[in-house]
């Protein structure tokens, strides 16, 4: 009798250990801790490749993406898509936060750049509509394109999903005159991301 009862408490516990684990929350669905710096994630330099593709901004302008788009200034890039209602609006806050704090700076000595990893939905008028919803200043931009072309740049970066709903969530710290990447994982503070483009514009001026 003892051997059945401990047979089903063990019963039990596993059902609700597998229960626990199916209905954590993912990655992308994770809520962080935005104002506390010691949560942030520590960055390390990305040995990155990114292809020069042709992809277009709200406007619906054409550019490449190294050359044109990030060209030889410093850039804060992350990934979204404007149906997402976990993860995406609160990299787009974080980014909000980091436009109010370049001031003067932004869309000259450092731009951020948000690319849409569902670029099939997110053509250059719904990314626009999105940019005016979140206030996005000009210095702010936000691209898509072709999904091949999109894809190869995401694997690139290291940051692709063949399931957009469970996309890391990344922030890239890019030296364009360098192409010099550093990668914060998760939903780093906007100090992280301020400290991150300091230290860039740091080394620059040491040369």
Same mark, same amino acid.
């Given at each position: 009798?003892?051997?059945?009862?401990?047979?089903?408490?063990?019963?039990?516990?596993?059902?609700?250990?597998?229960?626990? =684990? $199916?209905? /954590? %929350? *993912?990655?992308?669905?994770?809520?962080? +801790?935005? #104002?506390? !710096? =010691? $949560?942030? /994630? %520590? *960055?390390?330099?990305?040995?990155?490749? +990114?292809? #020069?593709? !042709?992809?277009?901004?709200?406007?619906?302008?054409?550019?490449?993406?190294?050359?044109?788009?990030?060209?030889?200034?410093?850039?804060?890039?992350?990934?979204?898509?404007?149906?997402?209602?976990?993860?995406?609006?609160i990299l787009d806050g974080i980014f909000k936060q980091v436009q109010a704090r370049l001031g003067d700076k932004l869309g000259k000595d450092v731009i951020l750049v948000t690319l849409s990893i569902d670029p099939v939905t997110d053509i250059p008028q719904r990314l626009k509509a999105h940019a005016q919803k979140i206030e996005a200043r000009p210095g702010w931009s936000f691209l898509t394109g072709k999904k091949q072309a999109v894809n190869r740049i995401l694997k690139a970066l290291e940051v692709y999903s063949t399931d957009i709903f469970n996309h890391p969530p990344t922030v890239f710290i890019v030296d364009g005159q360098q192409e010099l990447w550093t990668r914060v994982n998760g939903y780093p503070s906007t100090s992280k991301v301020m400290k991150e483009l300091d230290r860039f514009d740091g080394a620059r001026a040491q040369k």
């Open positions: 009798m003892l051997r059945k009862i401990l047979i089903c408490v063990c019963l039990s516990v596993l059902v609700m250990l597998s229960q626990a =684990q $199916a209905h /954590s %929350p *993912s990655q992308h669905q994770q809520k962080p +801790v935005l #104002d506390n !710096e =010691q $949560a942030d /994630s %520590p *960055s390390n330099v990305a040995n990155l490749k +990114v292809p #020069d593709l !042709e992809l277009l901004n709200q406007d619906g302008e054409k550019g490449r993406f190294m050359s044109d788009f990030i060209g030889d200034r410093l850039a804060a890039v992350t990934f979204t898509y404007t149906t997402c209602t976990t993860a995406c609006p």
